[in-house]
């Protein structure tokens, strides 16, 4: 899998995504609590496009009549027909062996970082034989 740096920080904002070509798919980055998600821009149902899905909370009721809201922000439900999906790994919620999008690793490294790169030019042999420089290709 090659790394491919796709945006700073700052070009997606807080609650917000956007969507980047990358290898010929489209990929969703959504910015929610400080974390980035990638996933597939494609919903498994009908291929509906997750930019636009909202970004809900995870809905637990320990007992009747009480509610309890965790992940704020963390769930997709899809825009088309409401499927719901997990943001960190695309899971969904009603058939979680079967159904799922396609999700991808993200990692914000820094600019100093991502500058040392594995970048290594590439050498050839070379020997002097006599007065003749040889060079190996
Ligand atoms: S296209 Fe997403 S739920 Fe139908």
Redo the contacts with the bound molecule.
């Keep these: 899998m090659a790394r491919h740096i796709v945006a700073r920080t700052s070009d997606i904002p807080l609650g917000g995504n956007k969507v980047f070509g990358v290898e010929g798919r489209d990929i969703v980055v959504f910015h929610v609590n400080g974390e980035f998600f990638a996933l597939l821009n494609r ?1 498994p ?4 496009p997750l930019e636009k899905a909202a970004c809900v909370a995870r809905l637990t009721s320990p007992e009747p009549g009480v509610y309890q809201r965790s992940r704020v922000g963390e769930l997709l439900r ?6 719901e999906f997990d943001m960190r790994n695309g899971q969904s919620y009603f058939d979680p062996k079967r159904v799922k999008v396609r999700s991808y690793p993200v990692a914000v490294e820094s600019g100093e970082e991502l500058q040392k790169g594995p970048y290594v030019a590439e050498t050839f042999p070379v020997r002097v034989e006599d007065s003749y420089v040889i060079v190996e290709v």
């Design positions: 919903c149902h009908e291929g509906a899809c825009p088309w027909h409401g499927w």
